[in-house]
Structure formats: structure tokens, C-alpha cells
């Protein structure tokens, strides 16, 4: 059964204090693994896909890695703007996107 | 990538009763996913709309309960029955990216979120 697991579920940082995300998963053959920003009331914004080991994606001060067992989210020097719930999700048989829990990520001025 | 409106934004119903919210997206797709989000929790799949075709649910949730609609290549409705405080959450519908969007992820809509009293 293809699964997803994110850590930590809630991560504070202070503004400029890099971290990363993690998103550990289980499946049948990746068809693409997914990340996902969700501000609260609103539906998930994309951020990246990524389809094979060693890819790598970046967009701003957001660096996404992903190997064969899991992908992480890297944030560097992050902004109060940065603070949302993060989602990992897999690409699964029939086309649906499999979510993990997410991380709730607060970053303090 | 694609534009999904969906509506209502949100509702707030009485036990009992159905709600159905709607999905429009502004091109032709195959594959429309309707989500669940509870209180503090991610996405849970419901089922997928295909075009012409039965729904296909999930395990934990029936047709009874969910009945979905998907009249056109652009159009899915999702119908909560018989609503308890329990289905109380935010319902969101999501299109698989097609041709030239495929790079740009999967789209959501804004959800509706649904109270029960």
C-alpha cells in the first residue's frame, strides 16, 4: 500500500535559521512526488514535482531533493512569509495523489 | 495551469440535510480527484470523476454518502447526504495536469469548508 509520512508535523524557526522537511515514502513504482504549500482556508499551492532519485528543484529560498525512500524539503534563511503547512504527496496507480500529514512550519520575525 | 472555481466557499447546514458544491475547471480534463480536510488533518481522497463513467471511491467512503457527478469534461459536482457534525471539514476538488500543465502539479481548488450543526 503506497504511504507517506512527513516529519516533523510542526517546526518554529526564527527568521534567517535554515531547516529542511522531510517526506519519507512507500510505493509500486513513483509516477512523481509532489510538494505542496497550504495557507490556512486555502487549497494547496504547488510548488514542485520531482520523478527520479537524485533530482533536484529550487524556487526562491525552497530546494526540494528526492532519493529512492524520500525527498526533503530545504528552506534556506527563511522569511515570515515562508510560514504555512507543507504537503508531501506521491503519485499513485490511477493517477491520485497520495497526501502525507504535512509540517506546519512558523517562522518568528 | 489549470483554473478551478469552486463553490461555495463555504456553508453552514443543518444535520440532516445535503449540500452540493461544484467544480468548474476552465479546460477539458480527464481526471478530477474530490478530497477531504478535517480539522487539522491533510487531504484524504473520496473518490475520482471520470467523464462517462462510475465514480470510483475510496475505502471508507460510498456512493450513498458522496454521490459525485461529472457531466462534462470540465464540470463535477460533489454531494454530501444526510450531513452530520462528523462531515464537518473542508471539501476540495483537484484536476490531473494535462498536456503542457502536466509539470505543473496537480491543481486545487480553494475548498469549500462545510459546519454541520
Known amino acids: 500500500e503506497d504511504q507517506v509520512t512527513q516529519s516533523p508535523e510542526a517546526l518554529r524557526l526564527q527568521e534567517g535559521e535554515s531547516s529542511s522537511l522531510n517526506c519519507s515514502y512507500t510505493?509500486?513504482?513513483?509516477?512523481?512526488l509532489f510538494w505542496y504549500r497550504q495557507d490556512p482556508g486555502k487549497g494547496p499551492e504547488f510548488l514542485f514535482t520531482?520523478?527520479?532519485a537524485g533530482e533536484e528543484k529550487e524556487k526562491e529560498r525552497l530546494k526540494a531533493t528526492l532519493t529512492k525512500k524520500e525527498s526533503f524539503l530545504h528552506i534556506t534563511a527563511p522569511k515570515p512569509e515562508d510560514s504555512a503547512t507543507y504537503l508531501c504527496?506521491?503519485?499513485?496507480?490511477?493517477?491520485?495523489?497520495?497526501f502525507g500529514q504535512g509540517t506546519e512550519l512558523s517562522v518568528k520575525p | 495551469s489549470a483554473v478551478i472555481s469552486q463553490k461555495p466557499s463555504r456553508d453552514i447546514c443543518q444535520r440532516g440535510t445535503s449540500l452540493t458544491i461544484q467544480c468548474q475547471v476552465d479546460?477539458?480534463?480527464?481526471?478530477m480527484f474530490w478530497y477531504r480536510q478535517q480539522p487539522g488533518q491533510s487531504l484524504t481522497l473520496i473518490a475520482t470523476?471520470?467523464?462517462?463513467?462510475?465514480?470510483?471511491?475510496e475505502s471508507g467512503f460510498v456512493i450513498d454518502k458522496f454521490p459525485i457527478s461529472r457531466p462534462n469534461l470540465t464540470f463535477s459536482t460533489l454531494t454530501v447526504s444526510n450531513m452530520s457534525p462528523e462531515d464537518s471539514s473542508i471539501y476540495l476538488c483537484?484536476?490531473?495536469?494535462?498536456?503542457?500543465?502536466?509539470?505543473?502539479?496537480?491543481?486545487f481548488g480553494s475548498g469549500t469548508r462545510l459546519t454541520v450543526v
Open positions: 470523476a471520470n467523464q462517462g463513467s462510475e465514480a470510483t471511491y
Open positions: 520531482l520523478y527520479s
Open positions: 479546460s477539458q480534463v480527464t481526471m
Open positions: 483537484s484536476v490531473e495536469p494535462q498536456g503542457a500543465r502536466a509539470k505543473r502539479g496537480y491543481t
Open positions: 510505493v509500486s513504482g513513483l509516477r512523481g
Open positions: 504527496a506521491v503519485r499513485s496507480q490511477g493517477g491520485k495523489l497520495i
